[in-house]
């Protein structure tokens, strides 16, 4: 079987990143006999500079015909002052509308070898923590209605409805279920249910969904307490599904534990098996060109997309199995080294990597 993939380096380090991942994708690919086909296209600034738009047209039609999509990061500068519609960050959001991307999935990981890069305590780290956030991208209270009106008495007022239909609901948490089947079978469900009746609405309809996922154990938790329980013992999480707010606010708390924003990979996911993988981090042109980028984050982004567009799991395990080896081995980028360690650049730990998988 053929794999077609297309990759958008973008801009920054995205290039750099993604040139040490697709390194890796090929590594895999020897090792257990998979064909990829792999297409380049332009996305953000790039595509700025050679075709004026910062998504051609061609771009996206390459991504539907793709079976999954690697982006690196867009973004820098020099495209800062163009009208908002026309920047690099636009060219990702218009990518992500196009592809009908509802599901996103942000691993929260942390190797025994990284512990100290958290600001957790190593007693409630114990033996690393591995956190799957799973948040619904396109409905909820950024998309649902807004506005503002004049009172009588005391001035502007203005709104955001939050609305989930069950649909959306259901499709959210059987991206969760399935994912949670992946892993270690738990599912925390996060809502708001004591206060809003959306939440009452999420709670059931993802209650019903857990009947068909006997194999995975289910509960529910208000929100305020989840961001809570997240510092105090994080151990208890496999996978957390919610709501795009909340999920915008616990991904980002769930990250930070973990310490390094190189080390975190993302997958957005739409129906059937297609999806969109790209490092969480952005296009850090404050190190751009330099080989001091760690490429693991994109690195961890294709092994995602080997488990969840491809289900190669095997594939998917090589690729995280590597990255610990060469963590363990003492090997670190300079945005996660610590005393006793062995700086490398961006080239050397790609091929650590692959040599890591190939070996
Ligand atoms: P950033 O993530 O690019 O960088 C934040 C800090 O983290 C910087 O100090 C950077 O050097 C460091 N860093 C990031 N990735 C790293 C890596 N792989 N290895 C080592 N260090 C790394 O965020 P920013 O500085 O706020 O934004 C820079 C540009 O990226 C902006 O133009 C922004 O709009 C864009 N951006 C793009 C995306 C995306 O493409 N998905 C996401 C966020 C920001």
């Given at each position: 079987?053929?794999?077609?993939?297309?990759?958008?380096?973008?801009?920054?380090?995205?290039?750099?990143?993604?040139?040490?991942?697709?390194?890796?994708?090929?590594?895999?690919?020897?090792?257990?006999?998979?064909?990829?086909?792999?297409?380049?296209?332009?996305?953000?600034?790039?595509?700025?500079?050679?075709?004026?738009?910062?998504?051609?047209?061609?771009?996206?039609?390459?991504?539907?015909?793709?079976?999954a999509v690697l982006l690196g990061a867009v973004g820098g500068a020099k495209w800062d002052n163009l009208p908002g519609n026309m920047r690099p960050e636009a060219g990702l959001l218009g990518?992500?509308?196009?592809?009908?991307?509802?599901?996103?999935?942000?691993?929260?990981?942390?190797?025994?070898?990284?512990?100290?890069?958290?600001?957790?305590?190593s007693d409630i780290i114990k033996d690393g923590i591995d956190i799957l956030v799973v948040r619904e991208l396109t409905g909820g209270m950024y998309f649902g209605k807004k506005g503002r009106y004049e009172t009588?008495?005391?001035?502007?007022?203005?709104?955001?409805?939050?609305?989930?239909?069950?649909?959306?609901?259901?499709?959210?948490?059987?991206?969760?279920?399935?994912?949670?089947?992946?892993?270690?079978?738990?599912?925390?469900?996060?809502?708001?249910?004591?206060?809003?009746?959306?939440?009452r609405l999420w709670r059931e309809v993802v209650?019903?969904?857990?009947?068909?996922?006997?194999?995975?154990?289910?509960?529910?938790?208000?929100?305020?307490?989840?961001?809570?329980q997240l510092i105090r013992c994080p151990e208890q999480f496999d996978v957390i599904v919610t709501s795009n707010m909340f999920g915008d606010i616990l991904s980002d708390e769930a990250s930070m534990i973990t310490g390094s924003i190189g080390m975190l990979p993302s997958a957005s996911l739409g129906d059937g098996t297609f999806g969109l993988y790209e490092p969480v981090h952005g296009s850090a042109p404050d190190i751009a060109g330099q080989d001091k980028a760690n490429p693991i984050?994109?690195?961890?982004?294709?092994?995602?997309?080997?488990?969840?567009?491809?289900?190669?799991?095997?594939?998917?395990?090589?690729?995280?199995?590597?990255?610990?080896?060469?963590l363990e081995k003492g090997y670190r980028t300079a945005d996660i080294a610590s005393e006793g360690t062995r700086i490398v650049g961006t080239k050397e730990m790609g091929r650590l990597i692959r040599e890591a998988i190939s070996g």
């Amino acid at each position: 079987m053929k794999y077609d993939i297309a990759v958008l380096p973008g801009d920054g380090i995205g290039p750099e990143v993604t040139e040490e991942a697709l390194g890796v994708l090929e590594a895999v690919g020897k090792k257990f006999g998979l064909e990829f086909s792999i297409k380049k296209a332009l996305l953000g600034g790039c595509a700025i500079d050679a075709t004026g738009h910062p998504l051609p047209p061609e771009t996206l039609e390459l991504c539907r015909s793709s079976s999954a999509v690697l982006l690196g990061a867009v973004g820098g500068a020099k495209w800062d002052n163009l009208p908002g519609n026309m920047r690099p960050e636009a060219g990702l959001l218009g990518i992500r509308a196009g592809l009908g991307l509802f599901a996103n999935l942000r691993p929260a990981v942390i190797y025994p070898a990284l512990k100290d890069a958290s600001p957790l305590r190593s007693d409630i780290i114990k033996d690393g923590i591995d956190i799957l956030v799973v948040r619904e991208l396109t409905g909820g209270m950024y998309f649902g209605k807004k506005g503002r009106y004049e009172t009588e008495n005391e001035g502007t007022a203005a709104f955001d409805t939050e609305v989930y239909s069950t649909q959306e609901i259901r499709r959210i948490a059987r991206v969760a279920f399935e994912a949670a089947r992946k892993r270690k079978k738990k599912v925390t469900s996060v809502d708001k249910a004591n206060v809003l009746e959306s939440s009452r609405l999420w709670r059931e309809v993802v209650t019903v969904v857990a009947k068909d996922y006997p194999d995975v154990e289910l509960n529910h938790m208000y929100v305020d307490n989840a961001a809570m329980q997240l510092i105090r013992c994080p151990e208890q999480f496999d996978v957390i599904v919610t709501s795009n707010m909340f999920g915008d606010i616990l991904s980002d708390e769930a990250s930070m534990i973990t310490g390094s924003i190189g080390m975190l990979p993302s997958a957005s996911l739409g129906d059937g098996t297609f999806g969109l993988y790209e490092p969480v981090h952005g296009s850090a042109p404050d190190i751009a060109g330099q080989d001091k980028a760690n490429p693991i984050a994109t690195i961890l982004s294709v092994g995602m997309m080997m488990k969840y567009s491809f289900g190669l799991d095997d594939a998917a395990k090589e690729i995280e199995d590597a990255v610990s080896k060469v963590l363990e081995k003492g090997y670190r980028t300079a945005d996660i080294a610590s005393e006793g360690t062995r700086i490398v650049g961006t080239k050397e730990m790609g091929r650590l990597i692959r040599e890591a998988i190939s070996g």
